[in-house]
Antibody, heavy 110, light 112 residues
Framework: VQLVESGGGLVQPGKSLKLSCSASGFTFSSYGMHWIRQAPGKGLDWVAY???????VYADAVKGRFTISRDNAKNTLYLQLNSLKSEDTAIYYC?????WGQGVMVTVSS | DIVMTQGALPNPVPSGESVSITCRSS???????????LNWYLQRPGQSPQLLIYWMSTRASGVSDRFSGSGSGTDFTLKISGVEAEDVGVYYC?????????FGAGTKLELK
């Protein structure tokens, strides 16, 4: 099982960013997937979940701003981040619960 | 939301000693299927979290049998029998019963 995130970077407050997570080594379409974040020096903060049938759930802090989606043909998980705030600065991990990617850094700053 | 509260360790811990990390949930994590939806993760320095224990007491694939999980519906313990250098890091408990998924604040293990 391998999960590889990409798409992070430095972005200004109010702007948007789209993260990707490329999955391999398992039948991606059969699994629900999560995005979890970790602010610098802080603990783990669950962000969003998408089921194998593409049902979605979000943390209150990101509801209405972030969108989780998946493309099973491409074995890829996405997280669209809109209206970014400084408090969204964190390492973003995609996870299958039992396997996590290495994470991608998102920095929101002017 | 379910609140997860973790205890601290008396760091630093001598190598070879056994330690227990506690975690408490604000709601029972015992589901009607008989499983208790409590996970333990280890985040080593500079790495992403690794699943150690799921369903409160089932070791994940490849995890050393020095790690064991136990508990009730709301009070949980992760025991490490004979701490080794590779065990250093932050341990998190997480509930998998409801959304939003919630984590404890983490328990840091340092080695003497």
């Amino acid at each position: 099982v391998q999960l590889v995130e990409s798409g992070g970077g430095l972005v200004q407050p109010g702007k948007s960013l789209k993260l990707s997570c490329s999955a391999s080594g398992f039948t991606f379409s059969s699994y629900g997937m999560h995005w979890i974040r970790q602010a610098p020096g802080k603990g783990l903060d669950w962000v969003a979940y998408i089921s194998s049938s593409s049902g979605t759930v979000y943390a209150d802090a990101v509801k209405g701003r972030f969108t989780i989606s998946r493309d099973n043909a491409k074995n890829t998980l996405y997280l669209q981040l809109n209206s970014l705030k400084s408090e969204d600065t964190a390492i973003y991990y995609c996870a299958r619960s039992d396997y996590w990617g290495q994470g991608v850094m998102v920095t929101v700053s002017s | 939301d379910i609140v997860m509260t973790q205890g601290a360790l008396p760091n630093p811990v001598p190598s070879g000693e056994s330690v227990s990390i506690t975690c408490r949930s604000s709601k029972s994590l015992l589901y009607s299927d008989g499983k208790t939806y409590l996970n333990w993760y280890l985040q080593r320095p500079g790495q992403s979290p690794q699943l150690l224990i799921y369903w409160m007491s089932t070791r994940a694939s490849g995890v050393s049998d020095r790690f064991s999980g136990s508990g009730s519906g709301t009070d949980f313990t992760l025991k490490i029998s004979g701490v080794e250098a590779e065990d250093v890091g932050v341990y998190y408990c997480q509930q998998g019963l409801e959304f939003p998924r919630t984590f404890g604040a983490g328990t840091k293990l340092e080695l003497k």
